[in-house]
């Protein structure tokens, strides 16, 4: 099998560009403290891929592998504390709102469980519309990296279905409190690392680049996993990984 990417930490990003580009991790690390690279990282929000991805190609003097397809993806969401609660895998935008509802059900007062159902159905086709979508075609929705899942503000909202973000569902403020209340106090907020196709490899490559660039890690390009509303088996989860 391909070596599979990955990043939970910069040594995990340096050694994925390593086995990327064929070299060693010192290479890397050496790239990284050049001038033209740290040129690029003064300012990330320019961060141009091809010319990043040309510097990088220059200091290395190497090219990234042809043969990696998937890359480990990082999903932000929360949970019992069991592994059985993912026993269905990672599912799309549409089953998710059902089966994260059914799973919480017994919290939920019998009265308020199908106007929630509701709810969650409006948003997510209102955000699926927004795309360009269908509910059935959207999510899982994915980081490339471990840092921008659990520390970004991005990744630290998405800890609760992205329904509940979303001021589409404050037409029913005292449910989205319940449910708000619900998840903060008795599920666990986790990052689902999983095994997924890269649907664009330059950008990708430009993604750990960019992290390993910047000063806390957090600044990110655009994500590269396209879920299309198609569940990632239980058997593609590579971890669930804790975070506080």
């Given at each position: 099998?391909?070596?599979?990417?990955?990043?939970?930490?910069?040594?995990?990003?340096?050694?994925?560009?390593?086995?990327?580009?064929?070299?060693?991790?010192?290479?890397?690390?050496?790239?990284?403290?050049?001038?033209?690279?740290?040129?690029?990282?003064?300012?990330?929000?320019?961060?141009?891929?091809?010319?990043?991805?040309?510097?990088?190609?220059?200091?290395?003097?190497?090219?990234?592998?042809?043969?990696?397809?998937?890359?480990?993806?990082?999903?932000?969401?929360?949970?019992?504390?069991?592994?059985?609660?993912?026993?269905?895998?990672?599912?799309?935008?549409?089953?998710a709102v059902?089966?994260?509802?059914?799973?919480?059900?017994?919290?939920?007062?019998?009265?308020?469980?199908?106007?929630?159902?509701?709810?969650?159905?409006?948003?997510?086709?209102?955000?699926?519309?927004?795309?360009?979508?269908?509910?059935?075609?959207?999510?899982?929705?994915?980081?490339?990296?471990?840092?921008?899942?659990?520390?970004?503000?991005?990744?630290?909202?998405?800890?609760?279905?992205?329904?509940?973000?979303?001021?589409?569902?404050?037409?029913?403020?005292?449910?989205?409190?319940?449910?708000?209340?619900?998840?903060?106090?008795?599920?666990?907020?986790v990052v689902?690392?999983?095994?997924?196709?890269?649907?664009?490899?330059?950008?990708?490559?430009?993604?750990?680049?960019?992290?390993?660039?910047?000063?806390?890690?957090?600044?990110?390009?655009?994500?590269?996993?396209?879920?299309n509303g198609?569940?990632?088996?239980?058997?593609?989860?590579?971890?669930?990984?804790?975070?506080?």
């Amino acid at each position: 099998m391909s070596f599979i990417p990955s990043c939970d930490h910069r040594e995990d990003a340096i050694k994925s560009l390593s086995e990327i580009y064929a070299v060693s991790t010192e290479k890397i690390d050496r790239a990284l403290r050049e001038p033209q690279a740290r040129e690029i990282a003064e300012f990330p929000s320019e961060i141009d891929v091809p010319n990043l991805l040309f510097v990088m190609h220059y200091l290395l003097k190497a090219s990234p592998r042809a043969d990696i397809t998937h890359a480990c993806y990082y999903h932000s969401t929360s949970y019992s504390g069991c592994p059985s609660w993912f026993d269905e895998g990672l599912l799309g935008s549409s089953q998710a709102v059902e089966r994260f509802l059914d799973k919480i059900s017994d919290w939920l007062p019998p009265e308020k469980q199908l106007a929630a159902k509701q709810e969650f159905r409006k948003v997510v086709n209102l955000r699926s519309e927004d795309e360009g979508s269908t509910a059935e075609m959207c999510g899982p929705y994915a980081w490339n990296t471990f840092t921008a899942a659990s520390s970004s503000p991005s990744g630290i909202n998405y800890r609760v279905p992205e329904a509940l973000l979303s001021s589409n569902f404050y037409g029913n403020e005292e449910l989205a409190d319940d449910l708000r209340g619900i998840i903060e106090e008795r599920l666990k907020p986790v990052v689902v690392k999983f095994k997924g196709k890269i649907s664009n490899f330059d950008t990708y490559c430009a993604t750990l680049w960019a992290y390993l660039l910047s000063d806390d890690g957090k600044f990110n390009l655009t994500h590269t996993f396209m879920g299309n509303g198609l569940a990632i088996p239980k058997d593609d989860i590579v971890a669930l990984m804790n975070v506080p």
